[in-house]
């Protein structure tokens, strides 16, 4: 599968978050979706990875409070990708209690009304966001898969190649003599 490089990440998933919103009929603030695009592209270059959740958890209440800000908002981004975006079902429970939480607390921690009120409607809306997440993830993937299935299609359609023919077949697609395809 080629990959195609994208001058700005966070636009891109920007774009694929307003699509994701949209498919999803949910209602987010304009925040809310920047932000998501912010941990898409900050997950996606592997940044906030480290120890599991819970321990980090624990080490940023060990900090005192005006040290934890910080980290609370590292760690619900975390948790958001992981549980929205990455979706592996191990690390899912635990996502989904230590990312409202971390971001909960901090919208109490911070001194700013507009920040404070991102803060706790990432808290409330955890579970919608990692609706949309997944959403973005899926639809990324199915990008992939039929750009596949199309390349692989107009190879059989030029050379009837038996191989492209029994690789649409696994997927579920049969072409007529034609040109047609039917799923």
Known sequence: MPITPVSDLRSFFANAVDRAVERCRVALEPAECRHLATVLADGSNGRGQGDSIVVELER???LSQELQLAPLVALGDRALFLSGFVGRESDDAVCRRCGPFAYARASTITRDDTTSALYAGMAQRFDVMTHVLAEVAVAQSLGA???????????????????????????????HEDGEAEA
């Open 60 to 62: 940023t209440l060990d």
């Open 145 to 175: 898969e039929t750009r596949d299935l199309v390349r692989i299609y107009d190879a059989w359609k030029r050379s009837k190649s038996p191989s492209a023919l029994d690789a649409m077949a696994r997927e579920g697609v049969f072409p």
